[in-house]
């Protein structure tokens, strides 16, 4: 099992990595004191997978568990599945000390966390993140969120977890088009922190892609510690030194959302197209080369991943791009790659180069 700290002072917590984990899960959390009651949110799918498991070994830590359901679509981040989360934990929750325990991907990841920071104005909270993208990325760094129709993770805290659990085990009854989602935030970590991963992941794309354990647990980790890294500088992204992990994701975001959030694309192929983009808004500002945007959009190809929009108007995307809440004061904010391995945050960038650059992408 590996171990990686998230330092953050009282909010510190630990992430562990490793194949079979899950099983350890009840002792872990026996010891670390959060509640002799668990409420877990999860999808059916899941549940029907890993439940059993869970709340075994939730059991043998003394540990009692009560299960919540919600849809398996970005659509249960939405204040309805919200309030009826939050209904069914208050009857269930009788003279008791709950924590909350998310078994799932980002979107369940979200919700759980977003519950557990506003229920009894907050209780202790687990994630044990079954999809590569929730293991790599959303798991991480306590951003939880809600989506309104008019723009994702509108509504949302900063609420840290005590513990991340990530058994790669799980992993395997992913379809590839979820492998390729969170290869998606994988790439997006090497571009903008170290092009010597980026080299590792262009030889070994097609490895991770067959889910080979010792490879994928070295980007798991790798991926951990530079998000924890960030994280720690700018918990609650105030600095503007998290904001570089926005890359992709405004132009991402906003293709989502013009997309009816998963009708069309999910969130890492949306974020691929958008790591495209802001490559391209680059390269015409001068500022990325031509070689290394031909090299991000190789390995986003490689990785399965969509690199043309395709059924969406470019004025719904534009629309929901002008709702992105890193902008502020009607100035709007990118991150860009400089080069492969360092990116930066460009403000005030000329509204005709991202048009330009938004449907260069489109099909």
């Known amino acids: 099992m590996r171990e990686i700290i998230v330092r953050l002072g009282k909010s510190s917590y630990p992430i562990k990595i490793g194949r079979g984990i899950l099983k350890k899960t009840g002792p872990l959390i026996s010891r670390m004191r959060l509640g002799k009651d668990a409420i877990i949110i ?34 249960s981040k939405s204040h309805k599945t919200f ?51 929730a293991q790599v990325d959303s798991s991480i760094g306590g951003k939880a969120a809600i989506d309104t129709p008019l723009a994702k993770n509108l509504v949302g805290v900063f609420y840290q977890p005590r513990i991340v659990i990530a058994d790669t085990a799980v992993l395997k009854t992913l379809p590839e088009r979820e492998i390729a989602c969170g290869l998606s935030e994988i790439i997006k970590y090497a571009v903008i922190s170290s092009c010597s991963f980026f080299d590792f992941l262009d030889r070994n794309i097609l490895s991770l892609k067959k889910l080979e354990q010792d490879k ?36 991402g975001h906003a293709i989502e959302t013009a997309g009816g959030y998963g009708k069309r694309y999910n969130h890492g192929e949306a974020v691929a197209m958008g790591m495209i983009a802001a490559a391209i808004l680059s390269n ?37 791009q002008l709702h992105d809440k890193k902008f502020a004061r009607g100035i709007n904010a990118f991150v860009l790659p400089a080069k492969i391995g360092k990116a930066v945050i460009a403000k005030n960038v000329p509204p005709d180069l991202v048009r330009a650059a938004i449907k260069e992408i489109m099909a």
């Open 42 to 75: 999860t999808n059916a799918e899941i549940n029907r997978l890993y439940g059993h498991i869970l709340k075994n070994s939730l059991k043998k830590g003394g540990i009692s568990a009560h299960t919540e359901i919600v849809a398996d679509s970005e659509a």
């Open 83 to 133: 309030f009826g989360v939050i209904n069914n934990i208050a009857r269930a929750d009788k003279g008791k000390k709950p924590f909350i325990v998310a078994l799932g991907g980002g979107v369940v990841g979200d919700l759980a966390g977003f519950v557990a920071a506003v229920y009894r104005r907050g209780v202790p909270f687990v994630q044990i993140p079954t999809t590569l993208l």
């Open 216 to 251: 994928l647990e070295y980007v798991i980790k790798k991926c951990c510690e530079i998000k924890a890294k960030i994280v720690r500088r700018d918990e609650k992204d105030v600095k503007g030194v998290r904001a570089i992990l926005n890359y992709g994701h405004t132009i």
């Open 284 to 320: 015409k500002r001068g500022v990325l080369s031509g070689k290394e945007l031909s090299r991000i959009k190789d390995l986003i190809r490689k990785a399965g991943l969509p690199t043309k929009i395709k059924g969406i108007q470019f004025s719904r995307i534009w629309e929901a």
